[in-house]
């Protein structure tokens, strides 16, 4: 099976971060230069044998947006999926995710880097 996928830009190796605290953690920041990044999907993994709440946010610079909220079952996973695109042009933007248990959850970011979407952020 095959899937296509209508976007500009260049697919990029995947982002993931285990949560080992129960405080806020960045999962992927926009680099510099002059690409915007198309999240496409954060997908999270527990680990653990109960179920585990996550809270992902999104920081324009200065502020965090709630995006998503789940509970996670026991030993599965969840997925975020939206197109949201991130830009270091103006502020470095980024992606924040809480989890109320340290140490069983992994976010992984999948994302495209585009050079055609640069200054449409401001």
């Avoid at 830009?9 to 129960?22: M, N, R, Y």
């Avoid at 690409?35 to 709440?53: D, L, M, P, R």
């Avoid at 947006?65 to 599965?76: M, N, R, V």
Wanted: glycine share 4%.
């Amino acid at each position: 099976m095959s899937v296509t996928l209508p976007l500009s830009g260049q697919v990029q190796s995947p982002v993931s971060t285990v949560l080992t605290t129960t405080n806020q953690t960045d999962i992927f920041t926009t680099p510099a230069g002059p690409a915007s990044q198309k999240i496409i999907a954060v997908h999270f993994a527990n680990e653990h044998t109960s179920a585990v709440e996550i809270t992902l946010e999104w920081n324009d610079g200065s502020s965090d947006y709630t995006l998503f909220i789940k509970s996670i079952p026991t030993k599965d996973s969840v997925t975020f999926e939206s197109a949201i695109l991130l830009s270091s042009i103006s502020a470095t933007q980024k992606l924040k995710v809480t989890a109320d248990t340290a140490n069983v959850i992994t976010a992984t970011v999948v994302f495209v880097s585009d050079l055609g979407a640069q200054g449409r952020v401001s």
